[in-house]
């Protein structure tokens, strides 16, 4: 473990050195990170000028929904942002390298770059959710923050299982750079209550595609009341989506053309 720690320390180390040879690009997309999150707050703002709820969602408890929406997606993009690099790396022959290098590729894959464009979404989406508590006027017990954090952490390994499918299948298709676009689609999803959909439809984003867990449960249990068995639920889900990751990518590289063959 001590190994990877240090392996990763090294990425990171490499990803800030990176970031500081364009320092203007650099606080430039931080700032419109800010910018675009300042958007879509105005819009929050304007819904709710002319109406109290939505589907039994005040103005405080969107704005914490809103919130963990961004902290989960932009610390996914951060800690993982090379996933989105496999396709280049099949069209190029450079997964060679990768799959001869003594350390696990599955790791190496998915933490070789951290994303620091994402620290301004990240700050942003932790300020909202103190705002939205202070809107709504809930204290969250410690309890409630804990089981807060566990599923905001099991919203990023489902939400790192699913984008590392996605890009995976460039193994097989090679071209397909632009299917991160479905993880911007499943994210629009997970940005609004599940409260809004039918009850059908909300058991099927809890109990059979866990896009409920993304965002609407975890803020459930600071606005609203503490369920222990959907923090139970949320672990199983992120338990089972890590080790089908681990058994696809085994499996993609089994199927892995290398470009010296």
């Not at 290098?101 to 994402?118: A, L, V």
């Not at 609407?216 to 068995?229: A, I, K």
Request: hydrophobic content about 55%; glycine content about 4%; overall charge positive.
């Amino acid at each position: 473990m001590s190994r990877y720690w240090r392996i990763y320390r090294t990425f990171f180390v490499s990803s800030f050195v990176r970031e500081l040879e364009f320092r203007a690009n650099f606080f430039a997309k931080i700032a419109q990170s800010f910018i675009w999150i300042f958007f879509f707050i105005m819009i929050l703002l304007v819904v709710y000028r002319n109406t109290d709820s939505v589907a039994g969602w005040n103005r405080g408890d969107a704005f914490v929904l809103a919130a963990t929406c961004f902290l989960m997606n932009a610390i996914q993009s951060a800690l993982f942002m090379s996933l989105m690099e496999i396709p280049e790396h099949v069209r190029k022959g450079t997964l060679d390298f990768v799959i001869t290098k003594p350390i696990d590729t599955q790791f190496w894959i998915s933490s070789r770059r951290f994303n620091f464009d994402q620290i301004g979404t990240i700050i942003a989406g932790l300020a909202m959710v103190f705002i939205g508590l202070r809107l709504t006027e809930v204290t969250p017990s410690l309890p409630q923050w804990l089981a807060y954090i566990v599923l905001v952490g099991c919203s990023l390994v489902i939400f790192y299982a699913f984008m590392l499918f996605l890009m995976t299948l460039g193994i097989w298709l090679v071209r397909v750079d632009n299917l991160w676009v479905l993880g911007e689609s499943v994210m629009q999803v997970a940005r609004y209550p599940l409260d809004i959909y039918q009850a059908g439809l909300q058991r099927v984003f809890i109990f059979v595609l866990p896009l409920g867990f993304l965002a609407t449960v975890p803020s459930r249990m600071l606005v609203r009341e503490l369920d222990w068995n959907m923090v139970g639920l949320g672990l199983v889900w992120a338990v089972c989506a890590f080790f089908a990751t681990r058994v696809f990518w085994n499996f993609a590289l089994k199927h892995y053309t290398s470009a010296s063959s």
